[in-house]
């Protein structure tokens, strides 16, 4: 499973993201509306975006194409799926900030 921690950057609306070494990966920033989060990788360049939907949120690649949903879970995790409706991994808040495990 890959480990990712975000935490809140010093910029307003980003978040920025780390592998389990420390080393940054990219980025996400709320778009001028708020309407979506975009995500960049470590070198700026757009990958994605999530946009909050009625029933949890639903994510998109870098040309709109829709690759799965993410909703919480009674425990308090937000749970992430595929397209197909497989659990491909969960967030969690930690003391440092989110902690996220995608396989």
Do not use: C
């Not at 480990?3 to 070494?21: A, G, M, Q």
């Not at 829709?66 to 969690?92: A, F, M, P, W």
Request: avoid cysteine; charged fraction near 30%; proline fraction near 2%.
């Amino acid at each position: 499973m890959k480990k990712i921690f975000s935490r809140p950057s010093i910029l307003p609306d980003r978040t920025n993201h780390y592998d389990e070494h420390g080393h940054k990966i990219g980025y996400s920033r709320t778009s001028l509306l708020g309407t979506y989060t975009n995500h960049y990788d470590e070198h700026g360049h757009k990958v994605g975006r999530r946009r909050e939907g009625l029933f949890g949120t639903v994510h998109y690649d870098e040309n709109g194409h829709r690759i799965g949903r993410s909703h919480e879970s009674i425990l308090g995790y937000q749970n992430h799926y595929d397209n197909h409706g497989h659990k491909v991994g969960y967030t969690r808040e930690t003391l440092l900030g989110k902690k996220t495990k995608i396989r």
